[in-house]
């Protein structure tokens, strides 16, 4: 499985970025992609979530109504859409496949990793 970030660039307080996670090799069969990030200096954490098959959908409370993952599964694309985007947003943002049901909101639980996108946000 290999995992293909993109959508990064710099942005406005306020503007709009949508990322998009392509997803190649075999016929993907895990149970769902996740959106995470990583700030200067800080460590990485969860952002967002999506089941790749059924309709849930998981966000931490910082992007909660701000960001909405979706999932084409036609184009084994999962996309990021971020809206209302802060300064606080600005980070590398990665996503993550994780092959085995349950939890998603940890890192340590998923098994394949993109390169990462830039996000940065100006005010």
């Known amino acids: 499985v290999q995992l293909q970030a993109s959508g990064g660039g710099l942005v406005q307080a306020g503007g709009s970025l949508r990322l998009s996670c392509a997803v190649s090799?075999?016929?993907?069969?895990?149970?769902?992609i996740g959106w995470f990030r990583q700030a200067p200096g800080k460590e990485r954490e969860f952002v967002a979530a999506i089941a790749w098959t059924g309709d849930g959908t998981y966000y931490s409370d910082s992007v909660k109504g701000r960001f909405t993952i979706s999932r084409d599964s036609a184009k084994n694309t999962v996309y990021l859409q971020m809206d209302s985007l802060k300064p606080e947003d600005t980070a590398v943002y990665y996503c993550?496949?994780?092959?085995?049901?349950?939890?998603?909101?940890?890192?340590?639980?998923?098994?394949?990793w993109g390169q990462g996108t830039l996000v940065t946000v100006s005010s």
């Open positions: 090799g075999d016929t993907f069969s895990g149970s769902a």
């Open positions: 993550a496949a994780r092959m085995r049901g349950g939890s998603v909101w940890f890192e340590s639980l998923y098994d394949y």
